[in-house]
């Protein structure tokens, strides 16, 4: 059974710059589709990002597009979250999650069916 921990959050000024971390354990990742979401508070798991594992693929939200970038590390099984000018409103518990490779979906929470526990990130103004 495969397990993800998430890393790397933290308390940011605004216009700063924090790398998540998500390391899966349990297996290898191969046929795997990594998605990133992120929870404010009273809001709803929203998709950020996410990366076909095989082929490098990734898929953002327009919101984050071009401040935002996922990769990959093969050999130590975990993927990345870049997260550069970062907000106030960028603030939220950031989760990742393991899905099907290839799907319509991918955006939906529903589609993952492991999570890692999440990582705070705080962004002050």
């Known amino acids: 059974q495969v397990h993800l921990v998430e890393s790397g959050g933290g308390l940011v000024q605004a216009g700063g710059s924090l790398r998540l971390s998500c390391a899966a354990s349990?297996?290898?990742?191969?046929?795997?589709?990594v998605g990133w979401f992120r929870q404010a508070p009273g809001k709803e798991r929203e998709f950020v990002a996410a990366i076909r594992w095989s082929d490098k693929s990734t898929f953002y939200t327009a919101l984050m597009k071009g401040r935002f970038t996922t990769s990959r590390d093969n050999a130590e099984n975990t993927v990345y979250l870049q997260m550069n000018n970062l907000t106030p409103e960028d603030t939220a518990v950031y989760f990742c999650?393991?899905?099907?490779?290839?799907?319509?979906?991918?955006?939906?929470?529903?589609?993952?069916?492991?999570w890692g526990q999440g990582v705070q990130v705080t962004v002050s103004s």
């Open positions: 349990g297996r290898t990742l191969t046929d795997d589709l």
């Open positions: 999650a393991l899905g099907p490779s290839y799907g319509r979906f991918y955006y939906r929470s529903n589609f993952y069916d492991t």
